[in-house]
Nanobody
Framework: QVQLVESGGGLVQSGGSLRLSCAASGRIRNAYAMAWFRQTPGKEREFVAVINIFGGTTYGESVKDRFTVSRDDAKNSAYLQMTDLKPEDTAVYYC??????????????WGQGTQVTVSS
């Protein structure tokens, strides 16, 4: 079905910004909500943000007011603008496609992940 590829991760200093991209392809790709999750060693995959097909958004409490999720249907892409980054934001970030949800198990397609490291 849909294929996802993340990009844009990297190393930034505390307080800095990064913009992650998620390119989606495949049949009915624009019919999916697109979400972002993150995961660190020893922890379960954590919900970060989701944007539905109408543009409605929901954020995890730890990133609210700092991160912004968006989508560009013409480019079949979703984005995560990350600002005021903190060391606790360090994780592998994954994009996912499916029905809008805060549960990782509800998503049917995942990207390979991109590393975000925030230094203090």
């Amino acid at each position: 079905q849909v294929q996802l590829v993340e990009s844009g991760g990297g190393l930034v200093q505390s307080g800095g910004s990064l913009r992650l991209s998620c390119a989606a392809s495949g049949r009915i790709r624009n019919a999916y909500a697109m979400a972002w999750f993150r995961q660190t060693p020893g922890k379960e995959r954590e919900f970060v943000a989701v944007i539905n097909i109408f543009g409605g958004t929901t954020y995890g409490e730890s990133v609210k007011d700092r991160f912004t999720v968006s989508r560009d249907d013409a480019k079949n892409s979703a984005y995560l603008q990350m600002t005021d980054l903190k060391p606790e934001d360090t994780a592998v970030y994954y994009c996912a496609a499916g029905s809008p949800s805060f549960r990782a198990r509800d998503y049917s397609a995942w990207g390979q992940g991109t590393q975000v490291t925030v230094s203090s």
